[in-house]
C-alpha cells in the first residue's frame, strides 16, 4: 500500500491506496473552506496552521495501515509553499522513520489521475485541467510525458469564478455558488465578451472577463444594490461566457490532436453547465469524454495516491532530505507538465 499527502492549498488529505488493484483503502480530507470564506480567498498563514492541526489528526486514523506500506507520497509542487511544507515534512519523517521510499508528487498529474482511482490507466488522453490555479490543455502520452498545448495567461478558470463570487459579496469558494446561482438566471441578459473571440492565439485568458463583470456589478449600483435575480443573470451570464471560451479554444486543438480520449478534470470539472457543454463537443469530434467521480474532483489525497502507484512502479523515488517545494514555477504552451 501506499500513503499519500495532500496539502498544496486548503485542503488536508491523507489516502492509503492498494498498489496491486489501485483500490482505495482509506480516504479522509478535511477542507478548510468555511474558514478561509469571510477572506473571499486562501490566507495561506491560516491555510498552514490548520494543515498542522488536521493532518496528525488524519493520520492517528491510518494507523490500522501503516505495518503496510511500500512507500509514502507527496504533492510538492505547484501550491502555496507554507502548506506544501506541513504535508513534505509528515512524508519525511514517515518515509525515514520506516525506510520505505518516498515519491514526490506535481499536483496538476495528481488531478489528471483522480481519473483512474480504483481502474486501469488510459493512455494517450487529451486532458482540460480547471483548477482553482490553472487552465490548461495538456497531451498524456506517459506519466514521464505530458505537454502543454494551451494555458492560461493570466486568471484560472476557477479563480474567476471566486472572484465574481468575492465581487457579488458571496462566499469561497466561488465555482459552486455561481453554479448554483446561474441555473435560475437568465444567461443572455448581460452581454459580457468572449475572451480572445477573434484571436487565433490557442490560450486563455479570463481578467478581461472579470473587468466586464465589476462593471456590470457598478452599472447596477454596487454589489449591494442587486437583487437576488441581478445576482443569479450575471452568474448566469458569467458563466456562459467562460464556456464559450472554453469551447471556442478547445475546439482549435480538437482539429489537430486526433487523440480518442478526453478528459475534465480538477476543481472546476465539477461544474456540470460546462461538463454539458463538453459532451457536445466530444460528440461533434467523436471522442469520448471522462470525468472524475465529483468528489475526486477537488484537492484529495486519492489522486496523489493513484499517480503514486504509477510512480512505484517506475522508481521514481526521491531522497527524504533532498526533497523541495516547487512553487508557482509558470508553465508555458509546448513544454512538459
Ligand atoms: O482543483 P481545486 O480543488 O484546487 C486547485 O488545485 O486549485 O479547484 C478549486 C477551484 C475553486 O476555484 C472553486 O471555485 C472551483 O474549483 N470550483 C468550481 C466548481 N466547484 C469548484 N468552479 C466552477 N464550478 C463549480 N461547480
Ligand atoms: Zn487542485
Redesign the pocket.
Known sequence: MILSIESS?DDSSIAITKIEDNQLIFHKKISQEKQHSSYGGVVPELASRLHAIDLPNILEETKPYLGNLKAVAVTNQPGLGVTLLEGIAMAKIIAVSKNIPLLAVH?LKG?IYSLFIGKEQILPLLVLLI???HTQIIRVESLEKMTILATSMDDS???S??KTAKMMGLGY????I??ALAKKGNENRFNLPVPLRNSKLIAFSLSGLKNAVRLTIESLGGAKKMTEQDRRDLSASFQKAVKLHLIQKSKKVFVDEKIKDFAIV???S??FYIREAYEKLCEEFGKTLHTAPLEFC??NAAMIGRYAIEAYKKELFINPYEIDIVVNRKRQQGVEL
Open positions: 492549498c499536483h488531478h483548477s482553482g490555479g478558470v476557477g479563480e469564478f471566486d469558494p466561488g465555482g459552486p455561481i453554479e480538477g476543481g472546476a465539477a461544474n477537488s484537492d
